[in-house]
């Protein structure tokens, strides 16, 4: 299901919110290789990603700056002298340019674009990789946008549910005039189809705004209370991130009215 001309190296650090761990991707390229969230500062990650990459590397990129994906950009970005770019200026180096919605670098066959999908933090992106022309050789790179299995966080205050709905919705409009293309997340395993997967997060958050509206208009109001009836049976060691949803969907819910 992995694009012949993408490879993962998967940091080995695992838990509730990285799943298996954090999935860094691996665009071969002629110029070098692109390089997708080298993820946390642990060197032996690094050092797998570099020898996946025999030191040839063309560029960095970052789905989003959150540390799980982020932080080891700096120094891999010594290691093999590349630049790195990411939507946000504090995470790009100084040399590049923040990436813009529809950014797109064409490498021989191999072609790169970027789409700003926020959300789950403002910053985040997505990428859309593909090798030549018509082939159905493709993947979608999504980041936190979307993961390979369970439901990603907006997290409040910087995610936004609006933002989110219409990212995913962007998604959907772009997926559907093409064949399957492979989800390839930041965490979890990859799906062989990317559009009902999208399809799916769509509908998925919908409902829960409207269990949120829902559990508002009988007059539960507070935060927390609200959590406890919508996601009731949750973990405790995943209150934390629901709770940053219900506010982010309550902000819409009241944003909207």
Do not use: C
């Amino acid at each position: 299901m992995i694009p012949s001309f993408v490879s993962l190296v998967r940091a080995d650090n695992p838990g509730p919110m990285t799943l298996e761990g954090t999935n860094t991707w691996i665009i071969g390229a002629p110029s070098g290789a692109l390089v997708i969230d080298p993820g946390p500062l642990m060197q032996e990650h690094l050092d797998a990603i570099a020898l996946a990459t025999d030191g040839k590397v063309a560029g960095i990129f970052l789905t989003h700056g959150h540390l799980d994906h982020s932080e080891g950009a700096q120094r891999f970005s010594e290691m093999v002298k590349a630049p790195v770019f990411a939507r946000l200026p504090e995470f790009t180096s100084k040399d590049a340019a923040p990436l813009d919605d529809g950014f797109q670098i064409n490498d021989g066959e191999v072609t790169f674009r970027v789409i700003a999908t926020p959300g789950h933090t403002a910053d985040s992106i997505s990428f859309f990789a593909e090798k030549g022309s018509d082939t159905g050789d493709t993947g979608l790179f999504t980041g936190d946008t979307i993961l390979g299995r369970g439901s990603s966080i907006v997290a409040y205050p910087d995610g936004s549910v609006g933002a989110y709905l219409a990212s995913l919705r962007a998604l959907s409009a772009m997926l559907g005039s093409r064949s399957p293309v492979p989800l390839l997340p930041g965490h979890g395993p990859v799906n062989e189809s990317s559009l009902p997967v999208v399809d799916q997060y769509l509908s998925h958050r919908l409902e829960r705004v409207e269990q949120v509206r829902a559990a508002m208009a009988r007059g539960i109001t507070d935060i927390e209370a609200i959590t406890d009836d919508v996601y009731a049976g949750l973990s405790e060691n995943l209150k934390w991130a629901a709770l940053l949803s219900v506010h982010a969907q309550v902000a819409y819910i009241n944003e909207s009215a």
